[in-house]
């Protein structure tokens, strides 16, 4: 099998989905393949850490007041487009360490 497979579907272009459940579980998915912390897409996002563990735990639409449908729908734009995922590898801690080689 393909180590950039699994189950059958390719992680580096996951499958589209509007439900919080399979958005949080697609881009979880997407982080450890990447290597890229939750830390490092909070800061891509400009949202707290707590926010976005909260968010990829729990899966929840609609968080505490003043989250909304705004991260997810941040998060499913960068699952979507891969100009954004490279930007994100590329300032993730992991891509700074590989560039530093």
């Known amino acids: 099998m393909d180590p950039?497979?699994?189950?059958?579907?390719?992680?580096?272009?996951?499958?589209?989905?509007?439900?919080?459940?399979?958005?949080?579980?697609?881009?979880?998915?997407?982080?450890?393949?990447k290597n890229v912390s939750q830390s490092d897409l909070a800061k891509y996002l400009g949202r707290a850490k707590s926010t976005i563990s909260d968010l990829l735990k729990t899966s929840q639409e609609v968080m505490r007041a003043g989250h909304g449908k705004t991260p997810w729908l941040s998060i499913k734009q960068l699952l979507e487009d891969e100009e954004k995922q490279r930007a994100l590898i590329a300032t993730s801690s992991q891509g700074k360490r590989k560039r530093g080689e």
Not at 4 to 32: H, V
């Open 4 to 33: 950039g497979m699994e189950d059958g579907k390719d992680l580096d272009q996951p499958q589209q989905s509007d439900s919080p459940k399979e958005i949080a579980a697609q881009m979880k998915m997407w982080l450890s393949s």
